[in-house]
């Protein structure tokens, strides 16, 4: 399922589900999806280390979802969907297939602007997942990248997000 807060809120705030190929298709701002054009900007290591809250001259300790939620959208910035979907759980990959992603960040990159730059990974647990949260540089304004794995690493949720959405508590 997919889910757009600003357009699929119905009275009482209650969200209600749209079908994933058309939300991705038609998403503005935000896609959210969680289970049951490429860029041509890089990531930068000094960048990916500012937000990390590492001393400056030590390498940040990557957690095994930190590495594949950057390796996922490394394949989304280069235009690897294919790549960036090999990780999805069986739900999410029905849901959003590569040509569905492509469209997905298109449209995002249509609203905040062409990606310039990320940086570093930050988890949190909700519930049984743990999401990964990676800060955004896009041309127009700051946005945020971030996936919901399962405890296998798998991919549960990716979410093209404006900054400073919260991370839903489950």
Known sequence: MVLMPHRDTALGGERRPVRAAAAAVLAVGV????AG???????TPATATASTGAPPGVAPSLTRYD??????????VNGDFTAATARFDPTLRKLLPPDAL???WAVYQD???RY???????DTSSGRFTVVGIPLSMEREAGEFRVT???DTSIAGLFFLRAGVPIPQT
């Open 31 to 34: 896609l959210v999806v969680p």
């Open 116 to 122: 310039r730059s990320h940086g570093g990974p930050e």
């Open 67 to 76: 590495t594949v939620a950057v390796e996922t959208l490394d394949s989304i």
């Open 37 to 43: 054009g490429s860029a041509t900007a890089a990531t």
């Open 149 to 151: 794995f399962h405890e």
């Open 111 to 113: 609203e905040l602007g």
């Open 102 to 104: 492509a469209r997905a």
